[in-house]
T-cell receptor, first 113, second 109 residues
Framework: NAGVTQTPKFQVLKTGQSMTLQCAQD?????MYWYRQDPGMGLRLIYY???????DKGEVPNGYNVSRLNKREFSLRLESAAPSQTSVYFC????????????FGPGTRLLVL | KNEVEQSPQNLTAQEGEFITINCSYS?????LHWLQQHPGGGIVSLFM???GKKKHGRLIATINIQEKHSSLHITASHPRDSAVYIC???????????FGTGTRLTIIP
């Protein structure tokens, strides 16, 4: 049981390059989330998916796209990276119900030059 | 003004001290979460509260819905408790969490 996994752990991009951050969970979560974390700021929601086949914008969606390929996988794509997207990205899944818990992946540290 | 405010932003204490971290919010919520982020970056869920109090080992979390306030207490603090503690709320009727900026706790041996 791996929980929530993310790849890659670290990436350096040049401005304008594209990349996809991968997230997978084996905890049967319906809801999955992508956050970014920047110094001095709380985690901010980029996109989320309440169930397979559905996605919704969060607080800071500009410059990103997502795909909920199936129940397990939720990917985040940067089509044309910008230095403002330098951040640490976390994927998370939620178990629902009375014992609602957020499970986070280990994070992806992205540097855009 | 942020919907979720934590205090203090930074806290340094001696090993063994009783620690209190506060979280205030300004909206109606259905749940409040306390999370822990270690220096390596990983984020772990500590508690989910919708009312009252929860305890796990040396950690105690309380919430006062009327006052829109929650506290996280650590008894007999230890250097391994050094981390950033994050409060997050699920706004009523919303799928999403709103996060505070975190409290950085350092416990000195």
């Amino acid at each position: 049981n791996a929980g929530v996994t993310q790849t890659p752990k670290f990436q350096v991009l040049k401005t304008g390059q594209s990349m996809t951050l991968q997230c997978a969970q084996d905890m049967n979560h319906n809801s999955m989330y992508w956050y970014r974390q920047d110094p001095g700021m709380g985690l901010r929601l980029i996109y989320y998916s309440a169930s397979e086949g559905t996605t919704d914008k969060g607080e800071v969606p500009n410059g990103y796209n997502v795909s909920r390929l199936n129940k397990r996988e939720f990917s985040l794509r940067l089509e044309s990276a910008a230095p403002s997207q330098t951040s640490v990205y976390f994927c998370a899944g939620t178990s629902s119900g009375a014992l609602e818990t957020q499970y986070f992946g280990p994070g992806t540290r992205l540097l855009v030059l | 003004k942020n919907e979720v405010e934590q205090s203090p932003q930074n806290l340094t204490a001696q090993e063994g001290e009783f620690i209190t971290i506060n979280c205030s919010y300004s909206v109606g919520i259905s749940a409040l979460h306390w999370l822990q982020q270690h220096p390596g970056g990983g984020i772990v869920s500590l508690f989910m509260l919708s009312s009252g109090k929860k305890k796990h080992g040396r950690l105690i979390a309380t919430i006062n819905i009327q006052e829109k306030h929650s506290s996280l207490h650590i008894t007999a603090s230890h250097p391994r408790d050094s981390a950033v503690y994050i409060c997050a709320v699920r706004i009523r009727g919303n799928e999403k969490l709103t996060f505070g900026t975190g409290t950085r706790l350092t416990i000195i041996p």
